[in-house]
């Protein structure tokens, strides 16, 4: 069973699911990635979704973005949308279009290009049930801890 699976809208998101795979091998979970567009291959979609066995999906999509909104009217499984900026709207309308699901089609959405966190809440959604990941999450916090004590202390000697 694979733990995340990734779908971009097109191939030209994958700077944005390299952020996510980075996140998501730090963490040692299983993932896939596939490119399907919701408007141009949606039979594949429905196949991916229906066949697949993912806990968590990530939808990577730009300008109109539905492609995480038809990913979640598919399955019960939380969706995470990521908005990806590059349009004349540097990526407003595809936030806007994954942020304003209809009643009943949750998608849970990070920022524009925000595929860190994306990994990272699909990651938070599996410790749920995952105690190992649970104690590599409060590793991942300490870490970030750190960085922002030794920022500090370089600030105080100037």
């Known amino acids: ?5 990734v779908i971009m ?3 030209s998101d994958v700077e944005i699911a390299k952020k ?3 996140i998501l091998k730090k963490f040692e979970v299983s993932y896939e990635v596939s490119v399907i567009s919701a408007h141009r291959a949606l039979e594949l979609l429905q196949d991916t979704i229906h066949k697949d066995d993912a806990k968590v999906y990530i939808g990577i999509a730009g300008m109109a973005a539905h492609l995480a909104g038809v990913m ?3 399955t019960i499984k939380p969706v995470i949308g990521i908005p990806v900026g590059g349009s004349n709207t540097s990526g407003l309308d595809a936030l806007l279009s994954m942020v304003q699901m209809p009643k ?3 998608v849970a959405t990070v920022a524009i290009n925000g595929g860190d966190n994306a990994a990272l809440l699909a990651i938070q959604i599996l410790a749920l049930s995952d105690e190992a990941l649970v ?3 409060q590793a991942y916090k300490k870490e970030m801890l750190d960085k922002v004590r030794e920022d500090n202390d370089k600030l105080e000697e100037i």
Do not use: C, E, H, Y
């Open 72 to 74: 979640a009217g598919m």
């Open 104 to 106: 009943g089609v949750p």
């Open 1 to 5: 069973m694979t733990d995340v699976r």
């Open 20 to 22: 996510v795979t980075a």
């Open 9 to 11: 809208g097109s191939a």
């Open 135 to 137: 104690g590599k999450l």
